[in-house]
């Protein structure tokens, strides 16, 4: 979708549809001509009354301006957050997909005035509720573009292509997310990081099964055991010119969790296809970042993938495996197997020295009971590091609450026959599983994030209505591009 600064004319101009965002009060400067007028009388006389997220559209009789005007209602101008403005772009977007325009412009009226911060939101909108999954025939087009009129936002053409950038990035860990898990393979999410990566002047790197053997990667290997897949570990470099901070974002890939020989109950065993959206929210970040290019901070993208699979070579509870740091780790249960990945995956990214890793997973069925699927649980045990991402999802209505880190978890995870075992029991089941990780970066400043409730099954909200949210990849880039 193509998002654009139009002036005013586009307003009056011929064209499928015009939008108007307006608030809730006495309203006036809505366009000329036959539509805007109309529209003008509505509200004047209350017939329609700009409630937030409130719409009313209207076709035009005459010939020449635009065949039709919806009007957006975002409730008392004082009230209005940036997510507001994201929902009422989505639902311009939906409204011109029912339609069938293929373009629409938009405008506000009223106290309502775009801001930076409204603008890029509005932008983000747009673009995601642009999204569709793949191969289905049914779906309406969204417009292929978007013009905001828009005057006295600096920088308005830079903040849309950042909006469209993120969520785009956002949209393609959705599709990765949606698709289901004999379609999104491990080797799909190599196909996928390789392509964007060449599109994008990335540096890719690609570790198969005789890599992982090499660098002794045995918690990958262990888990990919019963699997008819190939396992791999994905790497995606952005290097900027100069280089003041190295991040590693790094994802987890089950594109398949079944639990494996501790197996998983079959009702909505489907949904465990969602396992790698930690990855997908990787790859769709590092196209953003590919996009947009931020300077001064390198970023590192790691995935490590695989599924999880029951079977004769399958690995076993009981099972002590050596990981590529040299700790060892009994298997209580194998469906804890996205710890065992990201131990790995965790060591890889301290090889590059970084100043933060974040980690993305879906990694625990406790986080959903204890948080819901609108909020995602961190884990950090740096104040600033903490502090930065939880501001980052505030300002990208990506909320992350901040769980407790204390030592007890470490004690729980003790075994008498490993290292560590990679399961403590049902209690505070999700800090336990953060303590597990935090072995695996070796005093590096690391923020584990549990995405298991909000990677999919969030609240419908305009621009996502179903299926994965793509959720971490907007949060993650504004932090990245306000690191300084
Ligand atoms: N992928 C699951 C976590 C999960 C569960 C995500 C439900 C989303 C919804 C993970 O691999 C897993 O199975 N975790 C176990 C750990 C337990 C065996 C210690 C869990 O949460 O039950
Ligand atoms: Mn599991
Ligand atoms: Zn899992």
Known sequence: MRLSVARANALTAAGPLVAVLVDKGRSAELPGGELGERAAGLLSRKAFVAERRKTHVLHAEGRGGPRALLLVGMGKAGKVTAEDYRRAAAQVVNEAAALGANRVAVATAGKIRFDATTLAAFGEGAVLAGYRYPRRKADTKPPASVAVVTTGVRGAAGLLKTARATAEGTNLARELGDLPGNICTPRHLVNTSRKLSRDGGLRCKIYGKKDLQRMKMGGILAVNQGSAED???????????????????????????????????????????????????????????????????????????????????????????????????????????????????????????????????????????????????????????????????????????????????????????????????????????????????????????????????????????????????????????NWA
Not at 439 to 457: K, Q, S, V
């Open 231 to 481: 396992p791999f570990l994905i790497e995606m470099d952005y290097k900027p010119r100069t280089v003041k901070r190295t991040v590693c974002i790094v994802g987890k890939g089950l594109t398949f969790d079944s639990g494996g020989i501790s197996i998983k109950p079959s009702a909505g065993m489907e949904e465990m296809k969602y396992d790698m959206c930690g990855a997908a929210a990787t790859i769709g970040l590092m196209q953003a970042v590919a996009a947009l290019k931020p300077s001064g901070v390198r970023v590192i993208g790691i995935v490590g993938t695989t599924d999880n699979m029951p079977g004769g070579r399958a690995y076993k509870p009981g099972d002590v495996v050596t990981t590529a740091s040299g700790k060892t780790i009994e298997v209580i249960n194998t469906d804890a197997e996205g710890r065992v990945v990201l131990s790995d995956a965790l060591h890889h990214a301290t090889k590059f020295k970084p100043d933060a890793i974040i980690d993305l997973a879906t990694l625990t069925g406790a986080i959903v009971v204890a948080l819901g699927h609108e909020v995602a649980g961190l884990f950090c045990r740096d104040d600033g590091l903490a502090r930065r991402l939880v501001k980052a999802g505030e300002r990208t209505d990506e909320p992350l609450w901040r769980m407790p880190t204390l030592e007890v978890y470490d004690e729980a995870i003790k075994s008498r026959w490993a290292d560590i075992k990679n399961s403590a029991g049902r209690a505070a089941g999700s800090c336990t599983a953060a303590s597990f990780l935090f072995n695996f970066t070796d005093g590096y400043d690391h923020a584990h994030i549990d995405i298991a409730g909000a990677a999919w099954g969030a609240r419908k909200r305009d621009y996502y209505n179903e299926g994965a949210t793509g959720f971490g990849v907007r949060m993650l880039y504004d932090a990245i591009a």
